[in-house]
C-alpha cells in the first residue's frame, strides 16, 4: 500500500536501466553496428555493478 513512500532501490534502477540498454542496443544493432558496441558496453559495466550489489546484499 505504501510501496511509493519506500523508492526503487539502486539495484533496481540498475537494473531496469540495463534492461532498457539492451534492448536499444539490440535495435541500434540493426542500423549501426557502432553504437550498438557502445551501447552494449555501457550495459555490460551495469551489469558488473548489478552482480556486485547483489552479492552484496545476499552478504547481509
Not at 534502477?13 to 540495463?18: F, W
Not at 558496441?37 to 547481509?60: G, P, V
Amino acid at each position: 500500500m505504501f510501496q511509493w513512500l519506500t523508492g526503487k532501490t539502486k539495484l533496481d534502477r540498475l537494473k531496469e536501466r540495463y534492461s532498457h540498454l539492451m534492448k536499444r542496443s539490440f535495435r541500434t544493432a540493426l542500423h549501426n553496428k557502432e553504437e550498438s558496441d557502445r551501447i552494449n558496453r555501457e550495459a555490460r559495466r551495469l551489469y558488473e555493478q548489478i552482480k556486485y550489489l547483489s552479492l552484496q546484499e545476499a552478504d547481509k
